[in-house]
């Protein structure tokens, strides 16, 4: 059995490799063991979605997102004890498999790993600003977390010198005080915020 996801992974991590051979391996392999485990993750700590989204797979992420058993959540020993979401946020350009993840009903965009660090702290601290501003969006994000050592995703921006997002971020929380019942109404608000720092 192992040898059928290390060889899917070895294909994920191949950029020869195209996305629909590996969703038809994936299919096939689905058929042939009724055991397999879209969550399975590899000695070195990696799911096969992990590797899909490193590899910037976005066809592949849209599958495996859309598969009933996949765990979005998943923690492996990156980050931390942290989940893709984790590696999402550090990386700039990777913003369109973050908007897929954010779709997702069951993505937690607040978990914390062992150090305490969101997704949004990650993205603070590699100033990745449109991570951030597309975090600021999803109504779910709370940027008040604090991590172990006390600290928000604002304060590390701070800490780093990353002003605009620190100034974003604070600005954002501010419609927290409008007492706006329309969801849309303070979208579209948070929208007009954000958009001060494209």
């Known amino acids: 059995m192992n040898v059928i996801y290390e060889n899917l992974l070895i294909k994920i991590d191949d950029q020869t490799v195209l996305d629909s051979e590996i969703i038809q391996d994936i299919e096939c392999a689905k058929c042939k063991d009724f055991d397999f485990d879209i969550n399975y993750v590899e000695y070195g700590g990696w799911s096969s979605l992990m ?4 590899s910037e ?29 984790h590696e999402l946020c550090s990386y700039t ?71 605009r997002i620190a100034n974003m971020i604070k600005r954002t929380g501010y419609t927290s005080l409008l007492r706006i019942s329309n969801n849309a109404l303070l979208h579209d608000i948070t929208r007009m915020i954000i958009e001060e720092y494209a």
Do not use: M
């Not at 590797?51 to 490193?54: C, D, E, G, T």
């Not at 797979?57 to 979401?85: A, F, M, Q």
């Open 93 to 163: 350009n990777k913003i369109h498999i973050l908007k897929l993840f954010l779709g997702c009903k069951d993505l937690d965009v607040n978990i914390q790993n062992i150090f305490g660090c969101t997704g949004l702290y990650y993205a603070c601290s590699y100033d990745n600003i449109e991570i951030v501003r597309e975090l600021l969006l999803d109504a779910r994000v709370n940027p008040s977390i604090r991590n172990n050592r006390g600290r928000t995703a604002q304060d590390i921006a701070i800490e780093r010198s990353h002003l």
């Open 57 to 85: 797979r976005k066809e592949l992420v849209e599958y495996i997102l859309e598969d009933p058993d996949i765990n979005i959540n998943l923690r492996c020993s990156l980050w931390g004890d942290g989940t893709t979401l």
């Open 51 to 54: 590797y899909a989204v490193k």
